[in-house]
């Protein structure tokens, strides 16, 4: 069962071009949450690294 437009729906009744549509966008949606999690992750990491460098700047550098 998915929602589509406030209605239940049985994705196995679907044949034809509406299985394909709906198939593609499950992949579409299934890529777009991994490039989200990625996303997420390189924000850390990015965060983790920066915190890093203000800790280990050379001596008489501005450590804001």
């Given at each position: 069962?998915?929602?589509?437009?406030k209605?239940?729906y049985d994705e196995?009744?679907?044949e034809?071009k509406g299985k394909?549509?709906?198939?593609n966008?499950?992949?579409?949606?299934?890529?777009?949450?991994?490039?989200?999690?990625?996303?997420?992750?390189?924000?850390?990491?990015e965060?983790?690294?920066?915190?890093?460098?203000?800790?280990?700047?050379p001596?008489?550098?501005?450590k804001?």
């Amino acid at each position: 069962m998915f929602t589509f437009e406030k209605k239940e729906y049985d994705e196995k009744k679907l044949e034809g071009k509406g299985k394909v549509a709906f198939d593609n966008i499950t992949i579409i949606q299934k890529t777009k949450d991994d490039l989200l999690h990625k996303l997420e992750q390189q924000r850390i990491l990015e965060a983790h690294y920066t915190e890093i460098l203000k800790t280990n700047l050379p001596n008489g550098e501005d450590k804001k």
